[in-house]
């Protein structure tokens, strides 16, 4: 039996949430239980004030990992690594898998799926990729957008690029122009399952931050139109998937949104993921659980 304890995390059911379901994949059995009482692994991240870091600093626990989905810039004091290394066991995110630097990368898109190890004929990339061959072929919409803000501005860069070419449906608070849709995700994939192409760039700029957005595009069978701090997952995604709007550079934004609606095709062809991006998925849940492993069971 491991023991798990969560502090400033989501506010989400924890016996249901992803890192639980993860644990008792790999351990056979956990059990929920208050972070003051010594649990074998806490789980920790961004959401709250820093006191809670002086609270993790006192948690009895064998191992303990700050997981953060979010753009730590956005989140200070929690963007100062050198006091979360001073802290946790294992700083797990974005940046590249480092352990000497206690840090493992685990981007956030993977805890969107239930999915705990990897399974060469049912996973996380053939879930993707069977609901994109579905979705892909029943199109009545040309574009849509699902978002409740524009704080930084690429949203409506692209939004105006691309509607020089046909309708873009935006039952969100951002730019609604049509009726609104449920809050889940299922909701959502639903809904832009119906356009060809989806607006999903990221909310801000970060060491390898991809999140789920441009993943639940290609759900829909759309052709994303995306941007981010760099191309999102080289080793996994396929390039022609995707269009890639550089909104610091009006000419390649313009010019690479042009050649998505004239050519359509070029983006539709092929499968989603590169014949060897299982090795690299498989690595994400090998390196998490070993590390967590060697930890509880040196301890």
Not at 248 to 258: G, H, P, T, Y
């Amino acid at each position: 039996m491991v023991n798990i304890s969560y502090i400033n995390f989501w506010p989400e059911d924890l016996n249901n949430i992803w890192f639980t379901k993860f644990i008792k994949y790999h351990f056979e059995s956990c059990k929920i239980v208050p972070y003051d009482k010594s649990p074998d692994i806490l789980f920790a991240s961004c959401f709250n004030s820093t006191m809670h870091l002086n609270k993790v600093k006192s948690v009895q626990a064998k191992c303990k990992i700050f997981f953060y989905g979010e753009n730590l810039e956005r989140y200070p004091p929690y963007n100062d690594i050198d006091l979360l290394r001073n802290t946790f066991d294992y700083i797990v995110g974005f940046k590249e898998t480092n352990i000497q630097e206690k840090q493992i990368r685990f981007p956030l898109w993977l805890i969107y799926y239930p999915y705990y190890s990897w399974n060469s004929e049912h996973n996380i990339l053939t879930h993707i990729q069977n609901k994109y061959n579905v979705h892909s072929k029943q199109k009545r919409l040309f574009a849509t957008i699902i978002s409740k803000h524009d704080r930084g501005g690429q949203r409506t860069l692209i939004y105006d690029e691309l509607s020089k070419y046909g309708t873009i449906e935006s039952p969100g608070n951002y730019r609604r122009n049509t009726k609104p849709i449920g809050e889940g995700k299922e909701d959502k994939i639903r809904y832009i399952s119906q356009s060809l192409y989806n607006i999903c760039p990221e909310n801000s700029c970060f060491e390898g931050y991809h999140t789920e957005k441009i993943f639940q595009a290609f759900e829909g069978g759309t052709i994303p139109l995306y941007w981010g701090i760099d191309l999102p997952e080289p080793n996994i995604i396929n390039r022609n998937k995707y269009c890639f709007c550089d909104i610091k550079n009006i000419d390649s934004l313009q010019q690479s949104i042009k050649h998505a609606c004239d050519t359509p095709d070029y983006y539709l062809q092929g499968e989603l993921f590169h014949e060897n991006a299982g090795k690299h998925i498989e690595n994400y849940y090998n390196t998490f659980i070993m590390c967590i492993k060697s930890v509880i069971l040196h301890s």
